[in-house]
């Protein structure tokens, strides 16, 4: 009779695969927040410190319910699936067209990127984290998932808002009001990237 660390081994493909990528996002994330979103900034160091555990939480939870087979039987494992590569995919396309951006609730605005992943929402990040964490909700059952994913996009909402506050009060303003019209928060706006490609 195998034991219980081998029956984890011999699981369905699928399940294997969600908490492979989970494991991929996982480490994703800690060389991000070391690596590229390093700050000196009172106000981003002190939500760090809510917003880290949290995130630690969430991710733990995750892996708890891979553990526990503690499946959703709500959404096929699919659905969570494409949106874990979505997010890593954006991720990694955000990091690549810019390296510099600042931690969350920066007061120092970076020039406008327009550019890339950018081009599609105006968050790239933020989206790609909502997928990851909308993604392990739906992939399995905890209140705990639900109940930080709730936070964490309240916490995107409030930074981006801060963020963008700061840039439409700096010399880009105009520019930005631009883009903002052009550029969802975190979901493309279709319509308008429709009508920016037919105009070409």
């Known amino acids: 009779m195998p034991t219980r660390l ?14 492979t990528l989970l494991a991929v996002i996982t480490l994703l994330l800690i060389w991000a927040r070391f ?8 106000a981003s160091i002190k ?14 939870m995750a892996f708890y319910c891979f553990y526990a087979s503690d499946y959703s039987k709500v959404f096929p494992i699919l659905v969570p699936l494409i949106l874990y590569l979505c997010a890593i995919s954006l991720f990694i396309w955000s990091i690549k067209t810019t390296t510099r951006l600042k931690f969350a609730l920066s007061t120092t605005p970076e020039k406008i990127i327009t550019h890339g992943a950018f081009r599609f929402t105006r968050h790239p990040f933020y989206t790609s984290y909502i997928l990851t964490w909308t993604a392990s909700c739906l992939a399995y059952s905890s209140t705990i998932l639900w109940t930080t994913l709730i936070y964490l996009i309240g916490f995107y909402v409030y930074s981006a808002k801060q963020e963008e506050g700061a840039i439409l009060k700096g010399p880009e303003k ?17 319509s308008s990237w429709l009508k920016s490609h037919s105009a070409d």
Request: no cysteine; aromatic share 12%.
């Open 6 to 19: 081998e029956r984890i081994f011999i699981r369905p493909e699928a399940e294997l695969a969600l908490v």
């Open 47 to 60: 939500a760090s410190l809510i917003y880290d555990p949290v995130v630690a939480i969430h991710l733990l």
């Open 35 to 42: 690596r590229v979103f390093q700050t000196k900034n009172p």
């Open 174 to 190: 105009q520019s930005y009001k631009l883009y903002q019209q052009q550029v969802g928060m975190f979901l493309p706006r279709i």
